[in-house]
């Protein structure tokens, strides 16, 4: 059952933006660390992102380090991902889940959106 939505994927040239979001309608997100994954056909789910819900820790994997920005809005109940300097190896379905905890491993997160499509080409 899909109980987060992702939104804002498309179709975008390399070196461009894109800003993800991830929201619920049904449950407060503020509760739960918020991971961003991606997957491109026939690779594995990998881990992007993360923010934690405590402190507000932020956590990048190194092909994203310095070009992608995660944030959150409790006021909202969303949260962001800006994807800046878009390369064609971005281009993946993207998923949004919530966890406890922040990790890079995709068995921590309990709850999973359905995924937005981003393709960088030009």
């Known amino acids: 059952q899909v109980q987060l939505v992702e939104s804002g994927g498309g179709l975008v040239q390399p070196g461009g933006s894109l800003r993800l979001s991830c929201g619920a309608s049904?449950?407060?997100?503020?509760?739960?660390?918020i991971g961003w994954f991606r997957q491109a056909p026939g690779n594995e789910r990998e881990g992007v992102s993360c923010?934690?819900?405590?402190?507000?820790?932020?956590y990048y994997s190194d092909s994203v380090k310095g070009r992608f920005i995660i944030s959150r809005d409790n006021a909202k109940n969303t949260v962001y991902l800006q994807m800046n300097s878009l390369k064609p190896e971005d281009t993946a379905v993207y998923f949004c889940?919530?966890?406890?905890?922040?990790?890079?491993?995709?068995?921590?997160?309990?709850?999973w959106g359905q995924g937005t499509q981003v393709t960088v080409s030009s």
């Open positions: 889940a919530a966890g406890g905890y922040c990790s890079g491993d995709k068995y921590a997160y309990e709850y």
């Open positions: 049904t449950f407060t997100m503020a509760y739960y660390a």
């Open positions: 923010i934690s819900s405590s402190d507000r820790s932020t």
